[in-house]
């Protein structure tokens, strides 16, 4: 029934307008509320998922194609991470170091501590801003198709361990967003 109902239809609307928005506009910035409107897709991908196992594969292909799409309008080679050593900068390390780990199976615990503790910075520092760097929201936009899967073995991490760490990151990543 995914679409049918008009709040979800004027919702996949919004979706479209924020992308062609972000996609066009030169600011080294973009607005949170556009940013948590793509990772508002995520949970309910997952919930139709559980809901209709036998439909996995295609919610999944699609998931992932969503999650592609939105990095893609983010990214922009101007605003890469420069050395300045800023919070942004380093969470923007952070994410990608941890995007890393998860590939290779060797999650650094201290290091993802760290990243957390940094987010809880950010989480202070932009209270009462209304954008944030497009940076950071692309790679806000990449913690849900990060290879969380835990059916491999990560050294010393447990599947609830990992399952753990996403909520943490994505809990973390909605209090960044709140405006």
Same mark, same amino acid.
């Given at each position: 029934?995914?679409?049918?109902?008009?709040?979800?239809?004027?919702?996949?609307?919004?979706?479209?307008?924020?992308?062609?928005? $972000?996609?066009? *506009? @030169?600011?080294?910035?973009?607005?949170?509320?556009?940013?948590? #409107?793509? %990772?508002?897709?995520?949970?309910?991908?997952?919930?139709?998922?559980?809901?209709?196992?036998?439909?996995?594969?295609?919610?999944?292909?699609?998931?992932?194609?969503?999650?592609?799409?939105?990095?893609?309008?983010?990214?922009?080679?101007?605003?890469?991470?420069?050395?300045?050593?800023? $919070?942004?900068? *380093? @969470?923007?390390?952070?994410?990608?170091?941890?995007?890393?780990? #998860?590939? %290779?199976?060797?999650?650094?615990?201290?290091?993802?501590?760290?990243?957390?503790?940094?987010?809880?910075?950010?989480?202070?520092?932009?209270?009462?801003?209304?954008?944030?760097?497009?940076?950071?929201?692309?790679?806000?936009?990449?913690?849900?198709?990060?290879?969380?899967?835990?059916?491999?073995?990560?050294?010393?991490?447990?599947?609830?361990?990992?399952?753990?760490?996403?909520?943490? %990151?994505?809990?973390?990543?909605?209090?960044?967003?709140?405006?």
């Amino acid at each position: 029934k995914f679409g049918v109902e008009p709040e979800t239809c004027q919702e996949l609307r919004d979706i479209q307008q924020a992308l062609q928005v $972000i996609r066009f *506009s @030169v600011q080294s910035t973009v607005p949170k509320w556009q940013i948590s #409107l793509l %990772l508002s897709v995520e949970p309910r991908i997952q919930d139709m998922i559980k809901r209709m196992p036998e439909q996995s594969l295609v919610l999944h292909i699609l998931r992932a194609k969503l999650f592609t799409w939105f990095t893609n309008v983010l990214h922009d080679s101007r605003y890469e991470p420069d050395s300045a050593d800023t $919070i942004e900068n *380093s @969470v923007a390390r952070g994410l990608s170091d941890l995007s890393l780990n #998860l590939r %290779l199976f060797d999650i650094d615990q201290e290091a993802f501590v760290g990243l957390l503790q940094t987010m809880n910075i950010l989480i202070h520092q932009w209270q009462d801003q209304s954008s944030i760097p497009r940076l950071v929201a692309q790679h806000f936009v990449e913690v849900p198709i990060m290879d969380w899967s835990t059916q491999w073995y990560h050294r010393g991490n447990s599947k609830e361990q990992i399952e753990e760490m996403k909520r943490q %990151l994505l809990a973390l990543i909605e209090k960044c967003l709140v405006i």
